[in-house]
Nanobody, 121 residues
Framework: QVQLVESGGGLVQPGGSLRLSCAASGSIYRLNAMAWYRQAPGKERELVAHITDGGTTNYADSVKGRFTISRDNAKNTGYLQMNSLKPEDTAVYYC???????????????WGQGTLVTVSS
């Protein structure tokens, strides 16, 4: 069994920063890529950032230059550093491991439970 657990969300003022963490645990053979998505009230879930197991990154245009995705492969943990936050960044942020390989060599798409980020004065 595999779990992704996010942490680090909360209330922050516009212009502030937060760092989200995503810890993967369980029967993991290889984590492979990781990603962060977000879903604002009344909107569809959208991709925020993606990182390959080799460290190649991609970002949504709306967060380029403000957010940084990273990972610690030894800890099976991913991070999303969010700077210069805006009210429109308010959303539930989800961690995703789209092609995680278990110890049974089975590929699966795994999601965390989400963590709420609220940007407001």
């Amino acid at each position: 069994q595999v779990q992704l657990v996010e942490s680090g969300g909360g209330l922050v003022q516009p212009g502030g920063s937060l760092r989200l963490s995503c810890a993967a645990s369980g029967s993991i053979y290889r984590l492979n890529a990781m990603a962060w998505y977000r879903q604002a009230p009344g909107k569809e879930r959208e991709l925020v950032a993606h990182i390959t197991d080799g460290g190649t990154t991609n970002y949504a245009d709306s967060v380029k230059g403000r957010f940084t995705i990273s990972r610690d492969n030894a800890k099976n943990t991913g991070y999303l550093q969010m700077n210069s936050l805006k009210p429109e960044d308010t959303a539930v942020y989800y961690c995703n491991a789209p092609d995680l390989e278990t110890i049974d060599y089975v590929l699966g798409n795994y999601w965390g439970q989400g963590t709420l980020v609220t940007v407001s004065s």
